[in-house]
Each structure stands twice: as C-alpha cells, then as structure tokens.
C-alpha cells in the first residue's frame, strides 16, 4: 500500500524544497505524528513500512546494552532490513562478540559504516577521543552517517525520551540534517522495555553484568548506571549522530 505520503518521495523538487529526503513540509510531518500517536510501537513500525517504501528506510544500531530490544522487533517485523552498524574501530571486543551473536540469533544483514581510512588513523595516532571527543565523534561516526543519509527517505531510531535531556522532548517524527527521524519507541518506557526483554527473553551486551548500562567505544565507556558512563568527566552526552 502507497498512500499520500509515499507518493511524494520521488519528487525530487519538493524534496528540494523542504530540505528533506523524502520532501516531507512540516504538515506532513505534523500529520504524521497525530496518525502515528495513538499506536504502540509494534503498529508504528508495520505501518512505517507501509507508508514509505521499505528500500528508501534507514535502521542503525550500536549493538550496546539492550539492542536486542529494537533488533528483536525489526527483524520479526522485516526480517530483510538491513542494519547499519557504525564501526568506529574502537568498540570492546565484547560489541563485536555481541554483533555476531544476534546476527545469528535473528539472522541479520548487517552493514558496516566506516570513516575513510586516513581520517580514522588521524585519529588513532592523535588520541582524538582524549582532548576533542565531538571531532572523534564527527570522524568516526557522524561522518559515515552522514555520507549513507542521501541514499534514504527515513531513519528508524530506537530512541526513548528517558535515557537523556536531549531525547525528552523528541517527536515520533522529526526532521534531522536533511532527513525523517522516525522514533517509534520514544514514549516507551524504561519499565516497559524491561518488561518486553524479560518476556521474550533477550540476551544483553556482555558488559551490562559487570555494571556497564550504556555502552559505546572503549575509550569513552565507563561503569555506569544509565549513560553516566559515557564520556565520563566531560559534558558531552550524545555523540552527535541524533542532533
Ligand atoms: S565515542 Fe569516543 S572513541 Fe568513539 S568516536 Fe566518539 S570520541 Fe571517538
């Protein structure tokens, strides 16, 4: 099924206009949102594939702490959606480990987006991440990001308004850089997901038992409850992907 919103994604002029991929205005926007409300999560996700074309739909994960959460859901909803995985090159041993495994479990494509080789040395030999952490960010992550976003009408994000300050005050749809961020669970909450790992019985990040609940590169990851692990002792929060 092709409705009204879909019918807009190939008109390159109106994309033009409104400064977005999938030439979505702010009403489509907003009437996305009031279509999408009153929806659980599950529903959001089976009619977002409806409403835009399946090929055009950006996913990502950081295979961290609880990503078996949205993977569980995705693939049982489009078990042909490719993943996109952001290597920095600087992720524990345990992500890679963790990647493979649900992988397997749920039988993934996964897609590894990487910095050009010289700018990730850059910043190897540099020790960006030490004294610049939003460069090291915008190398190793935004960057790759950013070159695959053309290429998409939507970006499904697994996002919650709990887990920042940043992330509380999100719409289930948004525009982002020049494309439709789509947060199908920003209103779930932490005791919901909870509830959804424990009754199908999902598998965490390895690091979660030895006391790490958000986990990103080796270098900025700490022990931690919630994200006050990451990036601890600078006020950085978000790597920038999601601003
Ligand atoms: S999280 Fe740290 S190591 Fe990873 S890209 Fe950002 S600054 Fe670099």
Same mark, same amino acid.
């Given at each position: 099924? !092709?409705?009204?919103?879909?019918?807009?994604? =190939?008109?390159?002029?109106?994309?033009?206009? =409104?400064?977005?991929?999938?030439?979505?205005?702010?009403?489509?926007?907003?009437?996305?949102? +009031?279509?999408?409300?009153?929806?659980?999560?599950?529903?959001?996700?089976?009619?977002?594939?409806?409403?835009?074309?399946?090929?055009?739909?950006?996913?990502?994960? $950081?295979?961290?702490? =609880? $990503?078996?959460?949205?993977?569980?859901?995705?693939?049982?909803?489009?078990?042909? !959606?490719?993943? +996109?995985?952001?290597?920095? /090159?600087?992720?524990?041993?345990?992500?890679?480990?963790?990647?493979?495994?649900?992988? /397997?479990?749920? /039988?993934?494509?996964?897609?590894?987006?990487?910095?050009?080789?010289?700018?990730?040395?850059?910043?190897?030999?540099?020790?960006?991440?030490?004294?610049?952490?939003?460069?090291?960010?915008?190398?190793?992550?935004?960057?790759?990001?950013?070159?695959?976003?053309?290429?998409?009408?939507?970006?499904?994000?697994?996002?919650?308004?709990?887990?920042?300050?940043?992330?509380?005050?999100? !719409?289930?749809?948004?525009?982002?850089?020049?494309?439709?961020?789509?947060? #199908?669970?920003?209103?779930?909450?932490?005791?919901?997901?909870?509830?959804?790992?424990?009754?199908?019985?999902?598998?965490?990040? #390895?690091?979660?038992?030895? /006391?790490?609940?958000?986990?990103?590169?080796?270098?900025?990851?700490?022990?931690?409850?919630?994200?006050?692990?990451?990036?601890?002792?600078?006020?950085?929060?978000?790597?920038?992907?999601?601003?």
């Amino acid at each position: 099924m !092709q409705t009204a919103f879909a019918s807009q994604y =190939t008109d390159t002029a109106e994309a033009d206009d =409104t400064g977005n991929s999938a030439g979505l205005s702010p009403g489509d926007i907003a009437a996305l949102n +009031a279509a999408y409300e009153p929806l659980e999560f599950g529903d959001r996700i089976r009619k977002v594939y409806e409403d835009f074309a399946p090929d055009k739909v950006l996913v990502t994960s $950081s295979f961290a702490a =609880t $990503s078996a959460y949205f993977l569980h859901i995705i693939s049982s909803i489009r078990p042909e !959606q490719e993943i +996109a995985f952001i290597d920095t /090159g600087y992720h524990f041993q345990e992500t890679i480990s963790y990647r493979d495994f649900l992988s /397997g479990e749920y /039988g993934l494509k996964v897609r590894a987006l990487r910095a050009e080789d010289w700018k990730h040395d850059f910043t190897r030999k540099d020790k960006t991440w030490s004294h610049d952490p939003d460069f090291c960010c915008s190398i190793n992550k935004v960057e790759p990001l950013e070159n695959v976003k053309p290429n998409y009408h939507l970006w499904i994000s697994s996002l919650m308004r709990w887990q920042t300050d940043h992330r509380s005050d999100m !719409q289930i749809f948004e525009e982002r850089r020049g494309i439709i961020k789509f947060n #199908p669970m920003i209103d779930v909450t932490k005791e919901q997901r909870d509830a959804y790992i424990k009754e199908h019985d999902l598998p965490f990040h #390895p690091l979660v038992e030895q /006391g790490f609940d958000s986990i990103g590169c080796s270098h900025c990851t700490f022990k931690g409850e919630g994200r006050e692990g990451r990036w601890k002792g600078n006020k950085k929060t978000e790597c920038g992907i999601h601003m």
